[in-house]
């Protein structure tokens, strides 16, 4: 079964900047939406961002929206979400995830199929 691995996530100063990287351990996954979800403590997980399977459609949450580019390299396995100014309130776990969405652009988490383990992202004030 395909496995995601998550990458990059850290300690960073608000104001900073953080490459997630998200790696597919075959190339069964370039028909997926890719997508990136977060969940802080105490709170439920929520959809950041997605990309379609060909990279020509992206969404956002309101909140990251110019802060947060979402992208994918299907020859690689590999999708991305660079985050720049980056708050305290972005502090959580992000996870990757994969689906086969059918042209939709799910945000609910039981639409994707395969999952990353997760990396911590913090953001101290």
């Known amino acids: 079964q395909v496995q995601l691995i998550e990458s990059g996530g850290g300690l960073v100063q608000a104001g900073g900047a953080l490459r997630l990287v998200c790696a597919a351990s075959?190339?069964?996954?370039?028909?997926?939406?890719m997508a990136w979800f977060r969940q802080a403590t105490g709170k439920e997980r929520e959809f950041v961002a997605g990309?379609?399977?060909?990279?020509?459609?992206?969404s956002y949450i309101d909140s990251v929206q110019g802060r947060f580019t979402v992208t994918r390299d299907n020859s690689k396995n590999t999708a991305f979400l660079q985050m720049n100014s980056l708050k305290p309130e972005d502090t959580a776990v992000y996870y990757c995830?994969?689906?086969?969405?059918?042209?939709?652009?799910?945000?609910?988490?039981?639409?994707?199929?395969?999952w990353g383990q997760g990396t911590q992202v913090t953001v101290s004030s």
């Open positions: 995830a994969a689906g086969l969405t059918y042209g939709t652009m799910p945000r609910a988490a039981n639409k994707y199929t395969y």
């Open positions: 075959d190339n069964t996954l370039e028909d997926h939406v």
């Open positions: 990309i379609s399977s060909r990279g020509d459609r992206i």
